[in-house]
């Protein structure tokens, strides 16, 4: 693993919401090392400054993909970039998605916004292995239809035998689905207490009130895992920025069991 | 998860039998309205299909869908309680089918079952403090940067 920035330059930028961009970076030189679902990169924008960043695509080492909301002076920098454009890159960082934990389970995965960026490529995962996995279950929250990413992407995972069900918080005059908060969907699916993984990304209070629904539903703790965010400087547990009690959550984190993130997240100030 | 709506899911068999004899079979199409805001709540139902939109009716504009309630779950709770008037109105979003509880049947068996009635009860509360978290949920605007109260 790296802990300087390696060139990327970007090869394809797709707008995904007003605010979201999907970046394709691929090496200019020596590549990163392969990111498993649920890791993250610190992205370079130069001059600017440096974010952590799931990825939203693996597999293929020499191309990566990021999704990006921009909401500060950094992530919009990134969100502007342009194809041939050369950012840095270092990683992979942090504790991936335990998807061997999941093997012979039903996935129920949870997305609350631009959380789904991270869960992507488990989706994609469970469905490229068939017979490993049981049945999929996949729950998007967003705030407005517009704001749903990835297009018609969530059409083809229900074709290929996903369940999917989106609910949106405030609907526009053109939508038809659901509305109301992502944990309203916990009952409109066929999930199993006894036979299910649950994996939740999403705003912390989403992540919160979710785990408890599974939790009050019959989900142990130990079945569900959760990404959290926390502000990160060197992604290497060396600075101590991302610290949440003991846990330092570029290194032990983002995803942690909720057996040992919900202590820890019920602490008002850690 | 069982194929029962939610306030009969863990009901025992005889209770769930008593309630069902006071209940109808009962389907709506597409687009229609099941109840308008303010009118009388004298029934609810439970969804065996389909999707229904809950509304506020605001002057001037069309119609706000607050939420949708689908499969399983329990439409209506307001028959619960005087005034017996519905808070929002409910169309359904396509071919809903339910089954439909008469209000005051089914509250005068709560009062002469009141173990039946306690247990119905407690879950029409469970489902209301869902209601009421949902609603709070949704006012903190979790999705924009920050996931936190609007300052
Ligand atoms: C492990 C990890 C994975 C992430 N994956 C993604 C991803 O795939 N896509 C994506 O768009 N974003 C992701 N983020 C969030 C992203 O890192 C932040 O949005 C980014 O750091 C904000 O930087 P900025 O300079 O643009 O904004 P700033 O100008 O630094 O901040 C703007 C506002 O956002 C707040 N903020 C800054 N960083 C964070 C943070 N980490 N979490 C919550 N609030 C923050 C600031 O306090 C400030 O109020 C991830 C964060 C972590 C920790
Ligand atoms: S970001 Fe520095 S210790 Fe985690």
Partial sequence: MTTVPLPYRVTAVSAETADCVSLEVTPVGRALPEFSPGRFAMMYAFGVGEVPISVSATGDAHRLVHTVRAIGAVTGALCRLRAGDVIGLRGPYGTGWDLDAAAGSDVLVVAGGIGLAPLRPVVRHVLGHPGHYGGLQVLIGARTPEDLLYGAEPEHWRRASAQVEVTVDRPGPGWHGSVGVVTTLLDRVDWRPDRTAALLCGPEVMIRHTARALLARGLPARRIQVSLERNMRCGTGHCGHCQLGPLLLCRDGPVVGYDRAQPLLAVREL | MTGWPLLL???????????????????????????????????????????????????????????????????GWSWIFPPYRWHLGARALGPVRTWEFPAAEVRELCMADTELGYELMLRCAALIADRLQATRLRLLDLYTPHGSVPS
């Fill in chain 2, 9 to 75: 899911d863990t009901l025992p068999q005889v209770q769930r039998d008593r309630l069902f004899t006071l209940a109808d079979e009962r389907d709506f199409r597409a687009g229609s309205t099941l109840f308008d805001e303010g009118d009388v709540a004298d029934r609810f139902w439970l969804i065996r299909s389909g999707e229904v939109a809950l509304d506020v009716y605001v002057p001037g504009r069309r119609a706000q869908v607050v939420e949708t309630l689908g499969p399983r779950q329990q439409l």
